[in-house]
Structure formats: C-alpha cells, structure tokens
C-alpha cells in the first residue's frame, strides 16, 4: 500500500550542441551523461550544467556530414575506460573520452540496426541488415553468427505425450469445426518498424529477440541462452508489438498487444508461453508502446507511450507511466505527459543502473532530465479518534482509500475509491489535526482535487464504495465529498511542457494553503512554494491556486515533513543537513535545525523517509535511508530497521531480524533506542513482537490497538502489539473508561487483574462505576473468575521505564478479599437481584471461599419466589456454583449446614447416586440433634465441632469422646468444654499428661497433672524432669514425713547433680534433706500458679 513519492528532478536544459539527439547512455562512475546525434559525441554534466567533452565522429568519416547518419548503440565501457558506439552504416567504434582517440573495431556491410551488451559486459550482440545476429567478446572477437529467423522451435521444445491429435479433442462450445479451422496469422502493427529488438535477463545468462517472421509477418519473441543456442520460440500472439524488456530478476519477459478492445503489457515466460498481461488505460489504435523498461530491482515497470495521429491538427503526447504489481494487481503509480511536438519529445529513456528509482529522460530539444522517486505510505496523520486512519494508494486515474479504524480490506481492494479525470501522481492528508481525514489529490494535468470528509449535500459520483458495496451491506461509513478542483498556474507555460513534474513533496500545511517544492533550472537550489487559493474563486467547481510566496533554499530540497502538533516543518537537502522552515513567520526563512545542544544537525547519508517526534521532550528529525539506516538527528541508532512510523508518544520499527518494536519517546534516550534496537533479546517483554518475514508498517489506527502491517506479497494483517495495547488500556482506566477497557482486554486476552492492579485506590474508590459501565454478569464473573493475589504490573505487565509514579501497597491487605467486599457490597446497592450470580462469585472467590455463605444464599433463593425481573432462581444459581466449586466439595459443605434440605438440593444436582447418599442422610436423621451433628462433624473430619457436640450429648457418650480426643489431639479444646471440677475434665487432663508424658514433654505434663489433681502424677513428672521446686511444692500438697521429704530431696539432688546443677543440687541438700530438722519449703501454699501448658 505504497506510491512513488518523487523526491527531486534534476535538469539540463539548451545543452550546446550541434544536430539532433538520438540516444544515449551513462557513465555512471562520472555521474555524467553520453548523448549521440548524427554528428558524433556530446559529454554533459547535468549537476554542473557544463558539456565535458565532444567527439565528432563526421570528420573520420564514421558518420555523413548531410546529417542522415544514424547511431544506433552507445555502451560505457567500465574496464576499458571507453566508449563503444555503433552506427546505423555498420561501423562499431570504440572511444576514448580521455584522449578523444577513435577505433573502428569492426564493420558490417549491410548495417547494424541494434548493438545490445551484456549486463556483465562480457558479450555484445550485433543485429544485421541481413538479419543475422553477431555474437562478438569484449574484445570484438566474433563467436558466432546466426539467422535471426529460425524454423527450430529451440532446445526446450514441448514435448508430446500422446493425447490424441487436434481433430479428437473436445472443443466446447466452438464445436467440431473448430478443428478444422486454419490458424490466421496477423502481420505486424502498423506503426511496427520491423526493427529487431534485444533485451538481457539480468545475470546475463540469457537474452531475447523480437522480431518480424517473413513467412507470417506478424513478431515472434526467441530466447537464446549464452552460448548462442536458441531455447524457445514464443506462441503465436495477435498484434503483439516491438517494445520488449526482461525482468532483471528472470521470471519474465515483457511485450505489448494490441486486443480488439484494448491494449495489454503481456508476459512471456523463457519457454516461450504467455503468462499474465495488464491493460494500459487507452483504446486502441489510440496510443503506441514505443518502449518498456524494468528498473534495476525489478519493482517498477516503466511504458513509454506516444498518441497515434487519429485526426488533423490534433495535439499529440507521449506519456512515460510507471506501473508496479501487488498482490496480482498491477498500479500505475505515475504518469508524465510530454508533447509530440517541439523540443520536449521524448527522444530516448532509461533507468540509472545504480540508484533502481531514477530515471534520465532525454527530449528533442537537447533537454535532459532526472526524476528520482521512492516509496510512501500515504496516511492521514491525525492522533485522536475521530482519525479514520485512512491510507491512500495511487491507481491511474483512481485513489484506493482503505479506512482501517472501521474496516481491514486486502488490497487491490478497498473502503472507497475517488475517479479523478486525469491519472494521479500524488495523494497529501490535511495536517490539520481535526481534519486528517480530508485529503488533497495532484493529477498529471497539474490539478489538485480537494476532497474533505464530512457532511455532503449529496452523493459524489467520483467517490465510489469497494469492498462489499452493492451487495446488500448497509454503508455506515461517512464517504468525503469533492469539495473543489483547483488548476495551478504556473508563471511560465513551457515548464509544465518540458518538466511535467513540476512540483514535488505537495503537504497540505493549513486549510488554504499548499506546501510544494521545485527546483532551479539553473543551479543546485530548490524553491518552497506557497499555493493558495485565489480569494476571488468562490463559486464554481473550478478554482485556482496561485504562488503566493516562494523562498530560494541553498541545497536541493528531497524530504519535507512536518509536526501536527508543533507545526513544525522540517527541510533535507542532498547532503542530510536539515533545515528549519519558518512558515509561519512573516520572513519565510529557513534555518538550520538544531539539537539540544545547539549544533545543526545534518544526516550521515540522506534519507528516504523523515518524521518528526519528540523524544525526551525535545523534537527530533528520524530518518530511514534506503540502505535500512536509521537516524534520530545526527546519530545513528540501527542498520537494519526496514520501516518505521510515528504514533503520538511511541516509535514503532520493522527490522531485517523480522520483528516489530515499539519504544515509548516520552523519556527514552539515545542510548536507550540503540541499546533496545542493538538486540532482539529485550528485558521489558512489551518492546518486541515477532511478525511474519518482510513485513512493513502501514498505518497505527489512532486511540486503538491496532498495527496494520503489509507482508511483500501485498497482504495486509493486523497485529494488536502489546506495547500499544497496554498503553491504551492504561489511558482508559485513568480516564475511568472500564467498560472500553475490559472488552480490549478480553478480545485480546490480557489478564483482567490488570484494572485492579493498575491503581488500587482509583478502582476501590469507582467500583459502583465499574460495574455500571460493564453492565454485564457475565463479564463481571470473567472479571472475578481471573482474579489472583498476583500483582501482575511487577511480573506480567510491568510499567513502562518511564514511569515514575509507584503505587505503594500494604502487603497485610488481601487483594482478593478487598476487591470481592467492595464489588459486593456495590453491586448489593444497585440490584441485588441481577447481580445475585456475581454476589455469590464473589463469596466464592475471597481467600477462604466463604461456600457457607454461598450456600445459605442459595437456600433463602428456594424459599423465596421472588418476581423481579431480573431474579435468579435458586436451580440456577445452583447450577452456576457447581461451574465454580467442586461438587463433591460442595456436597460436604452443605452437609455442613445440618440442613438436610439444602443437601438433597445439591445431591440432586450433582452425579451423586442416590443409593450412596440417601442412606447416609436417613441414618441421620434418626439420630439426636447433638449426635447427629457429632457425627456429620466427624465425617467432614471437622474434629472440634465434633467433640463440642458430642459433650453435650450426656455422661454415656464420654468414652466416645474421650477416644477421639485422644486420636485426634484435641486435649486444649476438650478441656475448654468441661468444667474444671468435673470428672470428665479431670480424665481428659489425666489423659494429656500422659500423651505429654509419652512426648518428653515432663514439666508441662506435670502442670497438668496438678491442675485436676492427680499428685503422685505431677511428682513423678517433676522428678523426671528436674524441676526440683514443683516438685517440692507438690510433695507439700501429699503430706509427706519428714523422712519421705529427706529421701525426696536426696534423689532430686541426685538428679540435679546428674543434669550439672551443682548449684540446685546443694540448695536442696542443705535445705530439704537435714537429718534432725528439714525446713519447711519456701512456698508451701496449696493454691501454687501452674502455668498451663
């Protein structure tokens, strides 16, 4: 989806010289140009505007001095710093430029009509007047000579496998006559000049001969391979004409034929067989093809044109087009017309061998001329919504238009398209900011079209739907409206003669005014020209546009862009230095464009496409060379970057390592895009995308998501880049646009959490809102369904480098949790009713799923027939839970709820068979209240439910209970359901002393056995363990003699002594083990503090 966008044209006109031109060629080391006329040589630099050196070749005797000679062949010889050139009369001459020494190396008796070199320069191929073809060395060694007209078919002849013949074949609707009828040959066009012509494939291995059968006298097409071997002979085709040229890539041949109703660019293949064709947009017998000519790359297809007399005194032009082909679909990109008469006829053409898009044309008047073009994309370029992001593409005398904000059409189709009555050479977008979509169209009559987006009084017949129009669709696209046509005038009418493209880089700047550049016939200077509308022209579907001002730039001016925003305007000469153009202000002045550090800046090697951006907060020059070097002012950032494109804060880039990346210029640095672009292995995964091989950006649709890229073939696809993408959404939850935010996010599958996540307290504090925008249960389920305690701006989607605010967060909050208590309690206050799912959702999803909850809403949606609209029956939210929880798992809650009502509702519904759970659920019914949920608590392994229900089903059911203490270690709980002076705590305590017992645990076991009592048991403990004081005070409450005390103390001190307490051990000797008098302890109270274990 591109045009040939003309960059410069270069010049020379009233060159010095005697005669007339008939052809020419290129040195391309020089950089000048070799014109031959019939008097000889004429050597002319078209940047100097001086003639270099003149060879005559009428004083050797190689050309007649009554000027009827004729050259036929010039070819610059690189090695041998030569010329050759061949005359009509048979003479091939080899030049010296240096010295001007001339050397007839050979000479044919009967003419030579064409001289065709190899692309190598290795071989030269003579056609005779004889018709004989001359393969001849670099050296002029003959090889070999050849008739030009053979009878063999060649090497690569069909062969038959014995189908049946001609007159057995099934010929449809033609019947059986047809194979009876003889093939009728038609004799060559009548404009034919019956000359033979040459063309090379580009490795030079093969070359191809048109030329005029004397048996048939209509052309055949012959190829030969190198060494002389004819391969092929074409088909037989009507009217096919003399222009013939190879594609240098060698898949095909391309010819010219002349239909009944129609005039075609046809292809042949090597072997001979047609292969597609386009249609020139003439009648017939209205044009001749006087010659075709594939560029260097084989991208463009140049056809040189010339109207055929069809009545007296009528004004006759030639045209050069320029075609390309995408997707199987042949463009004609441009089309300069020329007069037939006076001194701008074309006389010869051809592409420069070195730089694919330039072109030298030479016209009869000694006029030379240079148009360099390369490609564009052609965009609207406004940043808000209501941009369409239109995309134009140059066809004829049509503009495609492909609106991808509301629809992706593969071209060669598209949204719409405008007629215009002549064909088109450029397309420019209004860089009004609110009026990108109007767009302004410059024909090849030097016309320009302003078309404008809007509401039109009625429908425009030159803006046609595509597409799918006409086939039933509705249309709710808003198509524009010819607002008016405006002719230019030029202060001197022979320009537009001689130089057809007058102007260049047309930018629509304002509303009535027109940027345009063209260049100085005299000297290397390009001129800004303001085209604004006649103030006079109001009325009426013509107006005009005059040169209101024009400002002399020092350079030759081949980039122009400009800042929307800023209305900027920026100028690239030749050599890269960029210039300020000062538009605005009343001097139109242009002056370097500085950096930040107030140097001029100016581009290595000049580049093919510029854009202006601010990065850093400082506005930059980028810059794409056709060598895939990327600039941003003065530095070079990469060397492998295939396209790039500006949209509002980011920089999107396609490179030969085949991804596409997207950098935020808000804060970036130099250093930042190089270290990013320098590897494809990025830390911050929203930078780079993966797409498919050779794809080039097209268009970023505006306040969206969506990149629209091309592949080689000419297919478009839409890729949804993540970088965009996260930006966008972060640009609607700031501006509280849920609803636009959460469906780019379920469409493209990024983790809802982000809304959340993105700033906690905005979305806490517009929860309401939120679930007013969504409107949905559905989404608002999804919503619930994928959030997680994750925050995922620090893992999946972290902000980008640039941001600086960091939202602090308290890590005891629960995410879950505050999130599902504020939806809830939302969406309870706007309809309790329609959101019951979500509620319940809600419930489901906290950090500990609240299924009681949930459970015990469902049950009261049972008892409660409600006629709300938008209830919810307790069947289908029922349902729905069993979509978010296990069933088994809820089964056990509901059991949980010891309301068997609700557990036969969810038995139901779940696979459950009733054979298993309907027993089950009689047996407990038949039993007490306090057993029966004893023993569902059990079942659920609810263990301290089940041990306080089961205290209070009475004395009998003590062992019971005591049993599952002890199993399941429930000893601290148990003791809180019993009174201490019971004997049932008194038991429990006896039996967790001795499980402490069992765990070594002695000192809190002994604790326990002297809370309910039991003494001896504390002793013991006490003893074992060492505590010598608790010991003590426990032998205190057993009344022990004082010799039972004095043996007591000696095996404590004994103990203390084994355990190293030297200390303890004699304190207790002394004191507690005398023999006549033992002390009585230091605390002999009954009522001690035990600390409970």
């Known amino acids: 989806m591109r045009n040939l966008k003309l960059l410069r044209t270069l010049e020379f006109r009233d060159i010095q010289a005697p005669g007339k031109p008939q052809c020419f060629t290129l040195r391309t080391e020089q950089g000048t140009v070799l014109i031959g006329s019939e008097h000889g040589l004429i050597e002319v630099d078209p940047i100097t505007r001086e003639v270099k050196n003149e060879i005559p070749l009428v004083a050797e005797g190689f050309l007649p001095e009554d000027g009827s000679g004729c050259i036929v062949g010039i070819q610059d010889l690189l090695d041998q710093e030569s010329v050759c050139v061949a005359t009509a009369s048979g003479d091939v001459i080899l030049c010296s430029l240096s010295t001007h020494q001339l050397e007839c190396v050979g000479s044919v008796a009967s003419g030579i009509s064409v001289m065709s070199w190899s692309p190598d320069q290795e071989l030269v191929l003579l056609a005779t007047g004889q018709h004989t073809l001359i393969m001849m060395t670099k050296d002029f060694e003959p090889i070999m000579e050849q008739q030009i007209h053979q009878d063999d078919f060649g090497e690569s002849k069909f062969i038959t496998v014995g189908w049946g013949k001609k007159e057995t074949q099934f010929h449809g609707s033609e019947g059986r006559q047809a194979a009876f009828q003889m093939q009728m040959h038609e004799s060559a066009l009548p404009w034919d000049d019956h000359r033979p012509q040459v063309t090379w494939r580009g490795d030079g291995q093969f070359f191809a001969v048109s030329v005029v059968c004397p048996e048939t006298g209509a052309r055949k097409v012959r190829v030969w391979n190198r060494e002389f071997a004819l391969q092929s002979t074409s088909e037989p085709v009507a009217g096919l004409g003399p222009a013939l040229a190879w594609k240098p890539s060698g898949s095909l041949i391309a010819s010219t034929q002349d239909k009944p109703n129609q005039q075609d660019v046809v292809f042949f293949e090597k072997n001979g067989l047609l292969h597609g064709y386009f249609t020139l947009p003439f009648l017939k017998d209205e044009v001749k093809v006087n010659d075709l000519l594939w560029n260097a790359d084989s991208s463009v297809l140049a056809v040189w044109l010339e109207d055929l007399q069809r009545e007296e005194n009528s004004t006759l032009k030639t045209y050069v087009q320029l075609w390309t082909v995408g997707n199987y679909h042949w463009y004609l990109k441009q089309s300069l017309p020329f007069s037939t008469c006076g001194k701008s006829k074309i006389v010869s053409l051809m592409w420069d061998p070195v730089t694919p898009y330039r072109l030298h044309i030479l016209c009869q008047g000694w006029h030379y001329l240079c148009c360099e073009w390369h490609w564009t994309t052609d965009r609207s370029s406004g940043d808000n919504s209501s941009d369409l992001s239109n995309v134009a593409v140059i066809d004829g005398n049509r503009v495609l238009v492909t609106v991808f904000r509301q629809t992706v059409i593969p071209p060669p189709m598209c949204t719409y398209h405008l007629l215009l009555p002549h064909p088109v050479n450029q397309v420019t977008f209004s860089e009004h900011p609110k009026k990108s979509n109007d767009l302004a169209v410059l024909d090849a009559s030097n016309q320009i079209s302003v078309y404008k987006c809007g509401d039109g009084s009625s429908v425009d017949p030159t803006v046609k739907l595509g597409a799918v129009s006409g086939n039933g669709f509705k249309v709710s696209l808003r198509t524009p409206y010819l607002e008016k046509r405006y002719k230019i005038q030029f202060e001197n009418c022979e320009d537009q003669e001689v130089n057809p493209m007058k102007f260049s880089l047309l930018t629509w700047i304002q509303e009535d005014v027109f940027l345009a550049i063209s260049h100085s016939e005299s000297s290397s200077q390009s001129v800004i020209h303001h085209l604004t509308v006649d103030p006079s022209e109001t009325d009426g579907e013509q107006g005009e546009l005059n040169v209101s001002s024009s400002v002399m730039v020092d350079g030759v001016v081949i980039s122009l862009c400009c800042n929307s925003k800023t209305k900027s305007v920026a100028l690239q000469l030749t050599d890269g230095q960029i210039l300020k153009y000062l538009w605005e202000s009343p001097s139109l002045t242009a002056k370097p464009w500085k950096n930040s550090a107030g140097f001029p800046v100016q581009f290595p090697y000049p580049c093919t496409q510029t854009e202006l951006a601010m990065i850093g907060g400082e506005e930059c020059v980028l810059g794409l060379t056709d060598r895939c070097r990327f600039f941003i002012n003065d530095t070079e950032v990469a060397s492998n970057i295939t396209s790039f494109t500006v949209y509002d804060e980011f920089l999107l880039l396609t490179t030969h390592s085949h991804t596409c990346q997207c950098f935020c210029l808000r804060d970036v640095s130099f250093k930042t895009l190089q270290a990013g672009l320098s590897s494809n292995h990025v830390s911050n995964g929203e930078i780079l995308r993966k797409v498919e091989r050779g794809s080039r950006i097209v268009t970023v649709v505006p306040q969206d998501t969506k990149l629209i890229l091309q592949m080689p073939r000419g297919n478009v696809e839409v890729v949804h880049h993540r970088a965009l993408v996260l930006a966008q959404i972060r640009k609607w939850l700031d501006k509280l646009m849920f609803k636009e935010a959460f469906e780019c996010m379920r469409k493209l599958r990024i983790n809802l959490n982000l809304i959340y996540d993105h700033n906690p307290k905005v979305f806490l504090a517009n929860v309401e809102t939120f679930i007013r925008q969504l409107d949905s249960v559905n989404h608002i389920n999804l919503f619930f369904t994928e959030l997680k305690e994750e925050d995922i701006t620090q893992t999946m989607y972290p902000p980008p480098v640039t941001s600086n605010v960091q939202l602090s967060r308290d890590p005891d909050e629960k995410k879950l949790d505050l999130v599902c208590d504020a939806m809830r309690a939302a969406m309870e206050s706007i309809n309790p009713h329609k959101y019951c799912l979500s509620i319940l959702t809600s419930h489901v999803k906290k950090t500990t799923p609240e299924l009681d909850i949930v459970l015990q809403k469902v049950h009261e949606l049972q008892g409660n027939s409600s006629s709300v609209p938008d209830a919810v029956s307790a069947e289908e939210a029922l349902k729905y839970l069993l979509l978010l929880v296990d069933v088994n798992e809820l089964y056990d809650h509901s059991l949980g709820t010891y309301d068997f009502d609700l557990v036969l509702m969810v038995a139901e519904k779940s696979q459950k068979d009733p054979k298993e759970y309907l027993p089950f659920l009689n047996t407990l019914k038949k039993m007490e209240t306090n057993y029966q949920r004893f023993t569902i608590d059990k079942y659920l392994k609810r263990y301290e439910k089940a041990i306080g229900h089961l205290s209070k089903c009475g004395s009998e059911y003590f062992p019971e209970c ?75 409450q057993l009344n022990l003699t004082k010799d039972q005390l004095a043996g007591l103390s000696r095996t404590l001190a004994e103990k203390l002594v084994e355990q190293r307490k030297h200390i303890d051990a004699a304190m207790v000797l002394e004191q507690y083990a005398q023999v006549n008098s033992v002390p009585k302890p230091q605390s002999t109270r009954k009522d001690f503090l035990v600390v409970p274990y």
């Open 962 to 1036: 005591l049993n599952l203490i002890k199993d399941k270690n429930l000893y601290n709980e148990a003791l809180k359901l019993y009174p201490p002076n019971s004997q049932q705590y008194k038991d429990i305590s006896i039996a967790y002393g001795e499980h402490l017992m069992q765990e070594h645990m002695y000192e809190p076991a002994g604790l326990v056995f002297a809370r309910c009592g039991a003494h001896d048991k504390a002793l013991s403990a006490f003893l074992t363990c060492g505590s010598w004081k608790q010991a003590l005070c426990v032998a205190a």
